[in-house]
C-alpha cells in the first residue's frame, strides 16, 4: 500500500467520549499523551497506535478496541 493511499481504519474517539462526557483534554491526561497526539487519532489523521496506548484508552473509557476502532471495506 502506497504511504498516500488513505488507510481504511475508522476511529469512534468522538462518539465514545460524548457518550462518557468527557474531553479529549481529561482523556489525555488520564492517559498520559498529549492532546494533540489523540486529536490525531480522533481525527483519523493517526498512521498508528501503539498497544499500550490503545489499552490505556480503552481502559479509562470501559471500552474493547473494537468499540474504538472499525474497518472501512469501501
Known amino acids: 500500500m502506497p504511504p498516500e493511499e488513505d ?3 475508522e476511529v469512534h474517539l468522538d462518539r465514545l467520549l460524548a457518550e462518557r ?5 481529561e482523556l ?3 492517559v498520559g499523551v ?3 497526539n489523540l486529536s490525531v487519532l480522533k481525527n ?3 498512521k498508528a497506535i501503539r498497544f499500550s496506548t ?3 484508552i480503552c481502559r479509562e473509557l ?3 478496541p473494537g468499540d474504538l476502532l ?3 471495506d469501501s
Open 7 to 9: 488507510h481504511r481504519i
Open 21 to 25: 462526557g468527557m474531553t479529549l483534554a
Open 28 to 30: 489525555a491526561a488520564r
Open 34 to 36: 498529549t492532546v494533540v
Open 44 to 46: 483519523d489523521r493517526a
Open 54 to 56: 490503545l489499552a490505556a
Open 62 to 64: 470501559g471500552c474493547q
Open 70 to 72: 472499525s474497518y472501512r
